[in-house]
């Protein structure tokens, strides 16, 4: 499968150092994955440890709650592009969602769009599946594949419930297929990792990326 190629890696911790980062980027490097994910104060620096290296930098929009004002939201949005991120994980309001506010949500998401699509960057739109009924993860489905997002991710880690098979299955009957779909919160394994691909995710967050790399090389030695 080479799963590598589906890997965000991924360090998000409040007490992320810069050490971490330089780890992070080089273990991206040796073992091919997708992007890493970093705190947005770590983008540039990202950055330039990635330079002509093919991995991707990606930062985190609004995290972990959501609920910061759209205007606080599209600051963000902007510092993470001049500090050069390719991908934002932008995680939406789920207090409008959860009191059934879903103009608030498409309204976030039209301010948003048009700053991140004039430069060509990639968004992803987290929406915490674990805590979300399969109503309100297919009501997000429609309004974001709509909007024209690149994925819609499962979670920001931090909620008592990350990714599962159900939601990525339910996210790929109800996306367009031009959305891809991005598991993440609680991939530990290889195995984990592996259904999560097989039942449609396209892209994987997690911060255990060299254990999983480990136990698919592992899988093959037998």
């Known amino acids: 499968m080479d799963i590598a190629k589906y890997i965000d890696h991924t360090i998000l911790k409040p007490t992320t150092l810069v050490s971490d980062i330089e780890k992070l980027c080089s273990e991206a ?15 540039r620096l ?4 990635l330079v002509d290296s093919g991995v991707k930098t990606a930062t985190v929009i609004g995290f972990p709650f959501g609920y910061s004002a759209i205007e606080a939201k599209l600051a963000e949005v902007l510092l993470a592009l001049v500090d050069g991120a390719d991908e934002l994980d932008i995680v939406i309001n789920l ?5 059934n506010d879903w103009q608030y949500l498409a309204n976030e998401i039209n301010h948003l769009m048009p700053v991140i699509r004039e430069k060509g960057r990639v968004i ?16 997000c489905c429609e309004l974001y594949g709509a909007a024209g997002i690149d994925y819609l991710k499962t979670s920001t880690g931090y909620a ?41 995710a396209t ?8 254990a999983i790399v480990k136990g698919e090389q592992g899988m093959e030695s037998y």
């Open 29 to 43: 490097k040796e073992y091919g994955f997708a992007a890493v994910c970093v705190p947005p104060p770590f983008v």
């Open 46 to 49: 990202a950055r330039a440890l």
């Open 95 to 99: 207090i409008a969602l959860k009191n």
């Open 124 to 139: 992803k739109i987290i929406i915490e599946s674990g805590i979300l009924t399969d109503e309100e993860i297919i009501k």
């Open 160 to 200: 008592e419930k990350g990714a599962s098979v159900h939601a990525v299955q339910l996210f790929k009957k109800h996306l367009p297929p031009h959305v891809q779909i991005k598991a993440s919160g609680g991939i530990r394994d290889y195995a984990f990792a592996e259904e999560l691909v097989k039942a449609g």
């Open 203 to 210: 892209r994987l967050g997690c911060s255990a990326g060299v």
